[in-house]
């Protein structure tokens, strides 16, 4: 009714705040052991004390507490992992370390392809973090002219609601970090005659980390034949790849380059998960108690009601 207070009673925010609260005082991490004959506690020691310099060192903190909150609030949070190279100005992609990056908005901004079915998305092909930049200085950046990813006029993109874009915006845009996990079939050639082994099919390298052209593994196959009569022992394998570029709606911002991931490194915390009949289902804490609150809005809508109507004597 107009011109009557509809005041909310929301009894579920400060527990709900303390329950993320204590959640951000555990402290979860990762935890590594030794898993087989060949590695050893100490070996997992040393590299847990790495991986814990890795989280302090980058937004580990802020990374958990953001997924902590928007897991209880909304329902959905997430936390990424970067690798990054240790020197910038000389990238190797053997040599690089890990990064937590925090995700804000993830229930807005993360996508999983449609045949990932697993909780934590480990089964995930392909995966996207979209992120709002700015067309001009992304255009500059890159040298090329962007399309946003989605209808920036209808406010949407895919089934996510973005509603910080305005109708009128074209100063920003929506471009997406992606990851697509490949297999890759390689062929191991045994050059005994160099004391190497070459791998071809994702490049070609030897074990020792040197690289080769095409006409150089030709020749040196051809010596091997000439001194040992017989060609190279060649042995393939497929090995899964985890591979990053930066794209737009319509391109590839950046060359595609190999991560050290196994998997698509975005991880997802809920706050309610659910799948049912082969649908996920997922909201935040607040959704658990929401008869218990409607039902205390209506005693306290009522009652403000009663107290804004005419006060009439009764004998």
């Known amino acids: 009714l107009p ?10 925010f400060n527990p709900i705040m303390r329950a993320i609260g204590s959640i951000n005082k555990m402290e979860l991490n990762a935890e590594i052991i030794s898993d087989s004959e060949e590695a050893t506690n100490k070996d997992a020691d040393l590299l847990m004390s790495i991986w814990r310099n890795d989280f302090l060192k ?13 897991a209880g609030v909304c329902g959905f949070g997430c936390t990424q992992l970067t690798a990054k190279y240790e020197d910038e100005e000389n990238p190797d992609q053997d040599k690089q370390y890990l ?7 993830a229930c807005s901004t993360v996508v999983f392809n449609a045949g990932a079915s697993k909780k934590d998305k480990s089964d995930a092909k392909q995966g996207w973090r979209l992120m709002r930049v700015n067309r001009k200085e992304t255009e500059e950046e890159y040298g090329v002219s962007v399309t946003s990813i989605g209808d920036i006029s209808n406010q949407s993109i895919g089934n996510f609601d973005n509603s910080t874009v305005t109708n009128s915006s074209t100063s920003d845009v929506f471009i997406a970090h992606y990851w697509e996990v490949v297999k890759k079939k390689l062929t191991d050639i045994e050059l005994t005659l160099f004391d190497i082994v070459v791998t071809r099919g994702d490049g070609i390298k030897d074990n020792k980390g040197n690289t080769y052209t095409r006409d150089q593994l030709t020749s040196m196959i ?32 950046t060359n595609v380059r190999k991560t050290p991931f196994k998997r698509v490194p ?4 809920y706050g309610y998960y659910q799948n049912i009949n082969g649908i996920e289902v997922f909201f935040g804490l607040y959704r658990k108690r929401r008869d218990p609150e409607m039902f205390n809005n209506m005693v306290y809508s009522s009652l403000m009601e009663i107290a804004a109507e005419p006060q009439v004597t009764k004998y």
């Open 99 to 105: 990064c937590v990056e925090p995700v804000p908005s």
């Open 58 to 70: 980058t937004d580990g903190n802020e990374a958990n507490e953001t997924a902590n909150l928007e």
């Open 222 to 253: 051809d010596e091997h034949v000439e001194v040992y009569g017989v060609r190279p022992t060649q042995t393939k394998r497929t090995v899964t790849v985890c591979e990053y570029c930066l794209i737009d709606g319509s391109q590839r911002l």
């Open 3 to 12: 011109n009557k207070p509809k005041p909310e009673f929301n009894k579920n």
């Open 266 to 269: 975005l991880f997802p915390r």
